[in-house]
């Protein structure tokens, strides 16, 4: 368990469908699963043998049960939309409170399989149409397209402008994600616009730390830490332009940079296992709007953030989800016309391997010392 190989049989054990995109050597290698709305579910950088990234709830999907609010199959990378609460939420009926208790994903995000448009070695294509109605009774005509593509060596070495070691082991990969408005009428800031969310689920451990950079000559808070009550100063430090979040699995609690202070890349490492993770988002040059996906009454609900940062614990009765932690992105609020589309557009990268060749890559893209990043929360 904890292998690629161990994940793949546990699929096919349970007759769920999956796909996997490789590179030529057969070493990095993606898994990805249509019923799941072509969620990326796990990756590794070392064939069947090699260490499985993603997180899975295994005893949930093994259980066959479906759960009529939100089924947690889990998954390295999954397409949700935006916003989750306040007056344009849909997540939630209208009138009714935002509570747990009544909040519920709508299937097309959460049960239903999307249909394989393109399926090549090295990119897949998914698409999928929907209808739904937010919280203040707008309604939504969509059609979304997302797509998957597997990127070699020499590909992520000319993105970042980076030498990757031969011995530095890695997997990396791309998604575009578009929504495209396929109703008669605008999408409009007063009955409440859509937002592309993609969430990325990876397993914790006490040596694992998400880091964030951010632009420190913004004005306003760097950092919004009261998702579910104020997140502990030992747990979340600001330092030199970089947010660290520590996500153990062992306190629920949220992060969140608002866009003026948001940057493209982040990530996160885990020093247990020498796992560094960076995540990209294309993040426009010019100022946006971002809904806000704070449950219950709002004073602007499109004062949204654009990274986002979770780590799961334990909730009030003792029970735990997970446990696991997310790093999140989102688009701007799609204020489109009948035919207008929004692309947003995700990298994601794991390198594995001596701590001296990941220290010349945190050097490189963040100019952070990586032996900061394994010390902050000692």
Not at 84 to 104: H, L, M, T
């Amino acid at each position: 368990m904890g292998s690629y190989g161990y994940d793949k049989e546990f699929f096919r054990q349970n007759n769920i469908d999956f796909l996997e995109l490789k590179t030529e050597d057969g070493l990095s290698r993606l898994l990805i699963i249509p019923g799941y709305q072509g969620r990326v579910m796990t990756s590794t950088a070392e064939g069947d043998a090699g260490k499985s990234f993603g997180w899975i709830n295994h005893s949930f999907i093994e259980s066959g049960k479906k759960d009529l609010q939100f089924n947690v199959y889990g998954g390295e990378e999954r397409f949700w939309l935006g916003p989750e609460g306040g007056p344009f939420s849909i997540y939630f009926d209208e009138n009714k409170e935002q509570v747990y208790e009544n909040w519920f994903v709508p299937e097309f995000i959460d049960t239903e399989s999307w249909d394989i448009e393109e399926n090549y070695p090295d990119r897949l294509t998914f698409t999928k149409q929907a209808r739904l109605k937010n919280a203040s009774g707008t309604r939504f005509s969509l059609g979304i397209v997302r797509r998957v593509s597997i990127l070699s060596r020499e590909e992520l070495s000319g993105w970042l402008d980076i030498d990757i070691p031969s011995d530095l082991k890695m997997v990396a990969y791309q998604t575009e994600n578009t929504i495209t408005n396929t109703g008669e009428k605008a999408w409009t800031k007063e009955g409440g616009l859509l937002s592309i969310w993609m969430l990325s689920m990876f397993n914790p451990s006490p040596g694992t730390t998400v880091f964030i950079p951010f632009n420190m000559k913004a004005e306003g808070p760097v950092v919004n830490d009261d998702y579910f009550g104020k997140v502990p100063s030992e747990r979340l430090i600001v330092k030199d332009g970089i947010i660290y979040f520590n996500v153990d699995g062992k306190l629920r609690s949220k992060i969140g940079l608002p866009p003026s202070r948001a940057t493209s890349l982040c990530g996160s490492y885990d020093s247990d296992n020498r796992v560094l993770t960076l995540l990209w988002c294309n993040i426009p040059p010019e100022p946006q709007l971002y809904v806000n996906s704070k449950w219950g009454k709002q004073d602007d609900p499109y004062n949204g953030d654009v990274i986002n940062s979770y780590n799961d614990g334990p909730v009030a009765d003792g029970s735990i989800m997970g446990p696991f932690y997310e790093i999140e992105t989102s688009s701007p609020a799609a204020e489109l016309e009948p035919a207008g589309e929004m692309k947003h557009i995700q990298k994601l990268v794991h390198f594995q391997g001596e701590e001296d060749h990941l220290a010349r890559i945190t050097d490189k893209l963040f100019n952070l010392d990586l032996g900061e990043i394994v010390k902050i929360f000692q």
